[in-house]
Structures are given as structure tokens and as C-alpha cells.
């Protein structure tokens, strides 16, 4: 067996902490019933918490031969023991320094994976770089910022795999993005930095999905929003939500609060990090490297703030949300991680062309309805009158 | 000259309403300078009221010769005379029955236009049945209910001439769905009706992006709102909106205020009124016929209210902001106006083939910018670093 | 009789407003059958509209001989005629001076009141400088800004008779003011004006129960809220509700509309005006005279608004609500017109000694009761435990 | 001295924790260097975590001699420490039992206070009940549950000693209840629970100010808020806030998330609480024992979190923020510390008589207009005009 954890002992309390997340996940527990994996190997690359945990063990008991890699930052020791102790193999412990990483991604990848599930598609890009893709019949990402460099390369011809992008579902889009990262990340600013927001104000780099979630759960909990933008009709946008819209230098000297919202490394200079309010929080709400300017020097204050002499860094500038706290709410995941398993499901049933794959919709509107019965939501039908309007479309 | 209006003698009070709009409307007043339209002829078919105006003056003041259409019952009579008396031929008078609209439909069309600016697709659609497209290189169409007709024909290939679909441009849907249309719904109901929504149970059928307004509207007023849909996604987000979701029968019993937002007739069933709270109020928020079912012998009650014995129609069903109100608010209308200019350049700077085409991307964002502008709201740049990674993706 | 209307033969009008206003007035309907005022004389002042006209009505169905008192201005002819028709004293036609006002109000006195409404004390006032109290055993005043020069003569010893302070009651100080003035000065405000709030910056001076409610709906309509204070309280309020608060004259340059909120004369300062942003809207949701400076030279551009060659002013500067819609909303006017019934029957059942008095505790809560009933609003009733809890004090 | 703590060797991080506060209450700060209470003995019984320690440290400064008491359950033995090295006398450690808390509070009352800063009115009446009074020239008490029996006391004359209701300032009501209470319960109860509320229905008993606050946080992150009241007014006005109002019976089966919020023992009953929707989370955020009745055998889950087989109670029953977070937001603590800190000097600057007694309005004041100055916002001043208008009532 694969398994590389910290320590075995851990499992009880993370078996806890699984169990607990997932009573909260019923689509996920709905089709790990309907799905038929056997025989397939499938890695799954991803921030190791509960929440993520009951993925491996949903396909597990799909029948697929399990194989969990997660970076050292961000894994839960006791997650990745009670994983292994269910029978997952798994390559992950904390305080792994970036090349063990990479070492452990290699073996996760020499393992002969038919599927992977990535996150940030870092052991995609690894495995094109290091001729490593072995029997692998296609990968699932889902986050904006990992699928930006699988485009580029697929648009190079350069991709040799098909690559689903889970983050373009409208089960993703709609309700993981603006809510689940944007409740998620406020909550977890908050929370580590020990402030509340009424009468703050808070300064929004980026007003796509993540921007719009942060700055709407910012403003419901009292804080002045404003909201620096390089695209016209996301300025346009924030505009008519009733935020102001500045240049980011020239919103700096007002923030109580700064949350890099754009997934695009150098957002935050150190022209702007100079400009600030003194006592400023800096926050990483995106999902890549360098958002903000590495700046030498902080001073652990308390845990997750760092003092850079005028201005604390959260969360060492990672994802606030995934480094600080849980990750997204267990519900909002509960959808994301359905759409995942169908992924997988969907690029294991056929040969798909290289190339960036949307989610087929069946697939997508089939975790809508799933979650929806798990509400106790009824849907509505169209009437006859209506149907017969939108055919003929008058 | 071809104009039909009902008093030539009313236009001081029509041009002094237009002249008001004017000084709200910067992006179209700096698009009129820019187009170059000489030589053209335009019909507008829309309804015909002072921000309505500002798109013929503007055509006109482009050199373009401009006969404006529109049917009797959507007709500002003072407007109409004070465009006839600017120079532009008017064909609208209120009060003409369904019959004579057509007819004035069709003189519109015998005038021989190269473009068709038009509302529902109602002329473009008698156009093909009669064969009166004469020299048309094409139409714009601003509805998504206008639209829908269009694609069966393009799919059908019956559509014989391009049509841009000004309703997709992203200034339309972001600013003019949700923010135009569901306040000024909103607000022409509560005026209309008299009502306060605090504390009264509003419920909105279809979450689309103009029922998105209407409930986003709603509830800042103080509204509960009550959602019904067919479509899981849609429902799925109105439920994470926190708002509740039934089907329309089991909502009914509770309404105080019922919109129908679906675009789609047959929305509102006799089984529904039959179901509402008593003194119900019911408005439609949408844009086509009878999606609230015709109910004979309502009883009028004060201006634009209609009492069917237990519940109150709002402008007899007609979209209540364009029948009640001066339709959406100024500022918003700038922005679809203004798309609607463009288009009209676009069709006739070059020979599209028949079908539906979306807008040009950098027309749209010039409208974008030209409203920041007006604005006076600054865009930030994107950094080198920034360029950098999203140059390569990464 | 002492009728003095404008034109009777506009009964029929007034008369199907005042019953389209009756069916959403229920708690006043179930008063008028409790009360009882047989033999008793009471003036009404107040503004002539058909939600104030019931009140005429549920006091004359109560057995009192009313009469009805409104200066020209706030006076619907229509509805005057239409209570003169049911045969209620009316002293009000729209178009007099105010000197003509002043001398309706002394008729009023002069019939000999048993007992008063007043609205701004201004009938109350005039009684005391020019001796005309007759019998009169009380009078009810419901208006911030009428309440503070009686407090004033209270003081002093001037006041004569006891006055009710029906604007402390609960029912008008937690629905009326914020509610139903915020909301119905925001909605008159956009309709003159015919702007959307999105995106545009509103400026408002005051943040007690009024101002805030302007607040409240202005944001909720997309408006980014500035606030100006004077008191450390309620700058401080203000600043926690998400609000930017600056002095005045620094927040005119950034308004697209500035409410003054106050109800104190002289806020709004010829300096202030001078500041504004071109192009800037000012209405008064207050209700003093001279909130906003007065400046010759208005220029009408359509109705309710006047140019003043930079700004606009709105219903030339009286409260936004009462001059150009149709007040506060009904089912609000609804509590508070109940309360004023209710303050005429305990002033008519006793001897109270002059001074300002509050409404006593029972008679606010028996409104706050027949609302909930008539909304159909259940209330809980506490457990033993929470009484013995209460009664002992833990 | 007096000490009696955990475990001095802790002090390092719990003095870490006290700075990192002391940096966001800058009107604490600026209060203690104001304040002279040379010569005095002060007891304080509070909630023991960084925040209110810094009130212990403020009054030292001030010169008093100052001495901490804190039940064993609320105690953070870090900070308990870090107050012993910096020299102030402390009688808390974690894990006491009941019985020996009345110990360390008979001992603080037996070292002869001057003054003392209560909470729950525990240690006043434990005084009063054992006569062991002493010197005690008054008492602050900032909890309205607190404060209840205290003025049961002072109606049956038996309250030998003058309280001040600090729970009554405006800047203690306006913003600690509303906001700091209101944020910090709902923002305890997602981190326990590992909840989202958008979509989920959010149960509150009790629309007071705690209540109020509650409602709005969560309703503003998406929740669902039902309101059960026994009061009208409360009811009437969460009927206008746009909630729904429920009998709690009839709500229970509808709650995701139930929150008690009366202060008042016996709101949550063992049959509301078998009615529950499974799954169900129960809070308290208001602060007396027993508002949930207490129900044996439940099995703990997760920190905090304990399983009664159906629902979760959150922190065993205990109000949710104070044993689950870090308590209020340090910004509203600031100014609720600073309002016991002055009255405390206000107690020993003079004699008051038994009684309970408001905070005078000048201190209130007084620490608004630091705190304003704290934040940067700038007041208004009344012109000439409007003080000419105030002065003489119109």
C-alpha cells in the first residue's frame, strides 16, 4: 500500500470529524449508491479536511481503488489517519516541504491513475511536464484558477488529456463561489483576525463570483464595501450593487480590511500593501500563489496573523478559508464534490478527445434535483399552456 | 410624411418631458456624435415614451431619417407630437384597436427601412408572414420573449434577415433585467395598488434574472418572498437566497402581492386566481401576452387597478412598469437605448447573414465605459504582473 | 353648517378613494364600532386624503359631530366633497392663502371643540395666542415637530390643556416613522424625480426614527447612504449601520439626492446648497417649514420639481410624502390613525390636567393586538416557568 | 494577595492575548488615563478572556487596587495569569465547581471593596444574602438579565447598595446588543455547528435587542428567520421587519437553527424541543441558566456540540458566544468596558443612595464622542438657525 501519513493513531478523532460532515452531504451519499466504479484507480488530489474525506470514501464504496494526495499545508493529520484506516491509501502529512510534495505527487501518478480529481491542476501540469500521465483517460478541476493554464495549453495542443471543468457547472458557479467562498472566507477573516465588520470598511480586489460573494456577506455584516476592478462591466456592476468603485491605490488608505478577490497572482503590490490604513488586515480570498507580494519580515501576532509592521497578514496570504478555517460550508461542498463523483463517473465511462470539457448538464441538473429532494424543495411544473409556448416560442 | 398621432398640438409638453430624460441619458448623447447613419432609414417600434424618444432624436441627430411605430395603448400622445414636431415621422396615437396597429405596422414596413429596431419581434414576425421585408439588412430585438420566436424561425430557416440580440448584450442582462425592470416593477405595483410591502407575502413566479429583481427589490422593501420555478437550478438558488420555494398553487393561498416574471404565457392559471389570498394583488413583471389567463368582468376600482371579485389585476395584465410607469428608470435605459444605437450601426456598416447574432463584444463595452465615464467611476489597470500571469495562465 | 369646500360636485371620486382606502384600514374599522362619542364636537386637522378621511368617518360612526379642518395646499377636493357628502363639517378647499387658512382654523375653534386633532399643533397654537380654546377638554398631536413647541409651553406653564402625545406611542414611533415615512419618502422622492437609486450616492441629514427609515430604504434601493449628525448617538448608530457620516457641507458634493430628516428649520443652508453636486435632487422627509433654506427663482421643469439653475428641489421644499403622493402607506396609517381615535375617546372620557401627556400603555397595545389579528399574526404566550422567572426577576 | 489561579507559568500567552486587544479599545485606553481612583478597591466579575481584562488593567492604571473574580466555566487560565504578573490580584481557574465559584466570590467580597463591576448580579446578591456587604459603596451590573432581580430588590426595599444599570447606557444598548451580541451568537453558532445559513430557517425566540440582532445577521447571511414573541409590539415589529411570526410550538418544526434570546428561564421547553425538525441546533444567546430546559444523556460530537439524540445542543445551553467564542467584538466591548470603567469613578466620586440608577448622560455621551473620535468620524454642528429653532420649539 501507498500510504504516507503522519500518524496512524490520529484516525479515531478524524473518523468523528468524517461522520460528523457527512450526515450534512445527502447528494453525495445518494450517488455514491448509484455510481459503479470497480476495477477503476482514481486520484484525488485536494485540501484534506472531513468535508473532502467523504469523496475518497463515497468512490471507495463506488467500488474504485482509492488513492488521496494532498499537500502538507493543508492536510488534517487526522483526517488522512481515519482515511487510511478505512482502507484509502493516502500520501499526505503536514510540515512536508514543497519538493516532498511534488515527490509524493510523483508516486500518486506512478501509482497508474485512470482518473484524477485536481485542485489548482498542479499534479495535471506535473505529470504533462514529467511524461508521467501513465493509463490516465482524463482529469476533473475545479477551481477558475487551475483551469486557466489547462486552456492555454489546450489551446497550445499541448493538453493530452480531457480535462472536465467542474468549476464551469452551474452547481459550481452559482452556489460554491458566491456563497461558499465568499461566506466562508468573511467568516474565517473575522474570525482569526478577532475583528467584527459593522462600521469597517472593506476593500474588494476583484468583483467576480468570489468578489461578489465577499463583498455581499461583507456589506450584510455592516461593513463599507469598495470594490476595485480592471473590467468595465464588472465595475459597471458593483456600481449599480450601490459599492463604490476605486482604483485599488486609491482605496488602500480606507481599508480596515483588504480581500484579494481575483485568482490572478500580483494583485496586491507593495506599492498598495505601502498605501494602507495603518492596522489594515490583508486577506487571500482567491486560489493562487502571489496574489499578494511576498513580504519578508511578518511577526506572528496570534495564530494566522502575521504582523507586517502597519498592516497583518492573514493566513500567510494563502486561501483565507482553506488555511484558516474548514474550508466551504459542508452543504455548499456537498454539491461541489457531487459534481466531482459524476466527473470522474462521466470521464471513466468513455474516451473523450483532449481538451476542456464542460460537465454535461444531465449530470449537473442531476445533483440540482438530488439536492433539492434533500431539501424538501418542490419544483414546479410547467403548465400545458406554457410548455406549448416555449415550443413554438409565442 | 407618414405620421399618424393623435394631437399635433400636445408637443410642448411632450418635448419639454423628452428634454428632461435627455440630461439623464450621457452615453446615448455621446453616441449620437459618434455614429454616422447618413443616408439611412430606421423604424423603431418601442414603447413610445420620453426616454423612448431620446433613441429616435439620437437615430435622427445621426443623420438617419427615423419613423418611430408603436401600438395605440403603450402611446404618450404629447411625445408622439413632439417627435412629429422635431421632424421625425410618428406612427402611434392611443387609443387604436389591435387592427389599426397592424395596419400602422404595416405602413412602417411599406416606407422601405434598411433597419428595424423592434420590441417583442411582433413586426419582424408580420414582416415575414406578409413578405414586406422590402430592403432590411437586418432588425434589433431587445426581449427575451421577442427572441424566443426568432430562434425557432432561425432554426427552422424561415428567418430571412440577421437580427442581433441586444437582449444578451451584458449591459442589458446585468443592469437592465435585474436592476431596471424588478424595481420599476415593484415600485409602479406599490403605487398602483397603494400598498407598503412591509410585512405582506410577496410571491414571484420564476427566478430568471427579472424575477430576480423583482424579489431582490421586494424583500429590501420589507416583502417575504415566496419563489416558484421549473427549473432546479433556479429553484436551487432562490432557496440559497434565502428565500422559500413552492409550487405556484401551494404559494398562492398566501399572496398579498403575486408577480408573474416567466416571460411565458400561461403562467398564471384560473386554477391559481382561483387559489389566491383574498385581495390578492396580481402584476406582471414579464413581457408577453397572457401569461396571466384572461378573466372576463373585473370592475375598475382606481386607476389601473382591476377588482375580479376577491383578488385586484394591475394594468390589466399588461408589464406593469411599461403600462403603469415610465417603464425602467432613466439611467438604466441609457445603457439598453444605447446598445440598441450601436446596433443599428452595426447592422448597417455591413451584411450579416440571417440568423440571430449576439452584439459585438467591444460595442457592448464601449457602452461599459462610455457609462463610467458619465460616471465619473475610475477602473483600475491590471498590474504587469498581473498581464503576466494571465498571459500564459499562470 | 360650516362647510367650505371647493367644488361638491366632486364627491363621487373622493368618495371610491375613501373606500378603496377603508378595506385595508381594519384596525380603525373595528374601533369605530367600540368607540363611543355620542354628543361630543371634535376638529380634525390634518392632511385632507382618503386614509385620513377615515378617520373623519370612524369618529363620526363613533356618534361624535366632527369637523374637518385642512389648509388649501394639503387639501384633496375630491375627498373633501366626498365627506362633506356623508355629512361630516369640512373647512378645507385647496388654492387659499395662508391667511385664508388661518382664518378656517378660527371657524374650527369657534364651532367650540369638545376635543382636537392637530397636526403640527399649529391649530392648537393659534387657539392659545388668540384665546379660542372654548371648552375644548384636550387635543391629540402625532408630529415630532408639532410636540416640541407644546413641550416648549409646558415648560413655561402657557399650555392650558392637557395634549396627548400620540407620536410617542409605540405604534407610531416603531411603524410610522421608520416605516412608513422612510419607505413613502423614498418612493414620492424617486417618482418626481423619476431616477433609480443604484449607483447613486444619497446624502441624508438626521438619523433619528425618520432619517433612518430613509436610510434604510435608500440603501436597500442600491443607494450608497451617507449620513450627517449632529448627535454623538446617532452618528455613532449610523457609523455601525454601515453608513458614512460626514458633516454636511462636506457630503453635498458627492449627493445625487439630500433628504433633510430632521424636522428642524434651517438644516438645509443656502452654504449646503451651494456645495451640491450639479444636477443634485433636495427633498424634505421632515416636517417643518424652512427645513430647507428658501431661494427665489425656481424654475418648474416637471411636476413636483423646480430647477434652481444646478439643483432640483422636490415638492418646493414641503415633506416629500405628504405634498406629491399620498402620504405614509396605508396599512401604517392604519395604527396611527387608530391611535389618534383612541386619544380622542380617553380625552373625552376624563379630566387630564394640562401638560403633555403620553398615551397610556393599554391603549397602544389594544392597536398593536387588533393588528396582529387583522394580520392574522399569532402571538406565543409565555410558559409558567418564563412568568415565575419574570415575576421573581430570575 | 489573594490569588488563586491555574497556573502562573501560563501567563506569557495570555499577556500576548490582552495586547493584541488592547490595540482595537482605544477608548478604553484614553478613559484610563482620564480616570484617578488612587486609594480605591475595586472587585470586577466578568467573562475572563483578553477583552475584559483590559478593563481590569484600565482600572489599575487609574490607580485602584483591583481584584478579578470569574466562575471557573468562563475562565481562560492564560489570562487569568497574565493578570496575576502584571500584579493584579485574581480568584479564577478553570474547572471549578459551583460551590467552590461562591467560595472565590465570598473571598472577594470578604477583602472590603469599594466598588464593584458585577455580571449576572450574582456576587450583589451572594453580598446581600450573607450580609457581607462591607464597604461597598455601589455596584455597576451591565446585564439586563442581571439587572431584573436587582430591581425586585430595590421595589421590596431591600436593596441595601446603589447599582448602576450600565446595561441602560445608549452606547451599550444601541451597539452591544443589537450588533456585538447579535454577530458573535450567530457567527459562534456557524463555527460550532459547521453550518451555512444560507437556505436553512433560523428560529428566534425572543425580538428584543439580542433578538433583533440575531434575526438580522442571520437573515443577512441568508437565512430564513421565523420570530416567536409573547410581546405585541416585539411581534408586530418583526411582522414589519419582514419576518415570519410563529408561536415557537408551531416554528420548531421548521428549524434548522434555533436561538433563544428572551433572557428569560424556561423559553425553550422539553416539548418545543421534541417537536424539532431532526437534526435541529439549539443556541441561547441570551444570558440566564435554564433557558433550554435541561435534558440529560446528550452525547457529545464535536467541541461544543453535544447530540440529545435528534438535535445538537451548542456549548451545553451556555449563552453561545461567551462560551464558544471570545465573546462580544472587542470594537463594541471597548465601549461597554469604558461605560463600567467610568461608572465605577462615578460610583466612588460620591454617595448615592440605594437604588437602581442610569448611567448619567454625560458619561454616555462621553464615551460616544471617544469612540467617534477614535474612528475618525466627524460630527455635524446645529447652525444658529437650527439652534434658534430647538431653544424655542419652533
Known sequence: MLTEIADPGLWPGGADRIAWARRFMPVLGALSEELDLDGWRVG????????????????????????????????SDDVAAALAHAGVSVLARSGTTRAEDDDLARR???????ALVDDGSRVIRLAHAEDRLGPLRGAAE??????RPLRVMAADGTLRVPVLAVNDARCKVLFDNVHGTGQSCVMAALD????????????????????????????????QVVVSEVDPFAAL????????????????????????????????????????????????????????????????????????GGWYLLAEG????????????????????????????????RRLPPGVH??????????ARLKLDALGVRLDRATDRQRAFLDRGL
Open 318 to 349: 494563502e486561501c483565507v478559508n482553506c488555511a484558516a478555517a474548514e474550508g466551504n460550508p459542508i452543504e455548499i461542498m456537498d454539491l461541489s464534490l457531487s459534481l466531482q463523483a459524476l466527473a470522474v463517473g462521466h470521464l471513466l465511462g
Open 108 to 114: 500518486l501518478l506512478d501509482a497508474g491513475l485512470d
Open 142 to 147: 475545479e477551481t477558475t484558477s487551475g483551469l
Open 44 to 75: 484525488l488530489v485536494l485540501v484534506l479536511e472531513p468535508k473532502t474525506a467523504n469523496l475518497a470514501l463515497a468512490l471507495r464504496d463506488a467500488g474504485a481503488e482509492v488513492i488521496v494526495h494532498c499537500p502538507g499545508r493543508e492536510t
Open 358 to 367: 464542460l460537465l454535461p448538464d444531465e449530470l449537473d441538473e442531476r445533483v
Open 192 to 223: 482569526l483576525s478577532g475583528l467584527e465588520l459593522d462600521g469597517l470598511t472593506c476593500v474588494v480586489a476583484g468583483y467576480g463570483h468570489v468578489g461578489q460573494g465577499v463583498a455581499r456577506y461583507a456589506a450584510a455584516l455592516g461593513a
Open 237 to 308: 456592476r458593483a456600481h449599480h450593487d450601490g459599492l463604490r468603485v476605486l482604483p485599488l491605490i486609491d482605496a488602500c488608505p480606507e481599508a480596515d480590511l483588504l480581500f484579494s478577490a481575483t485568482g490572478v497572482a500580483g494583485t496586491i503590490t507593495a506599492g498598495h500593501l505601502a498605501a494602507l490604513k495603518p492596522g489594515a488586515f490583508v486577506a487571500v480570498a482567491g486560489g493562487v500563489e502571489d496574489e499578494v507580494e511576498r513580504t519578508p519580515g511578518g511577526r506572528p501576532v496570534r495564530p494566522g496573523v502575521t504582523d507586517h
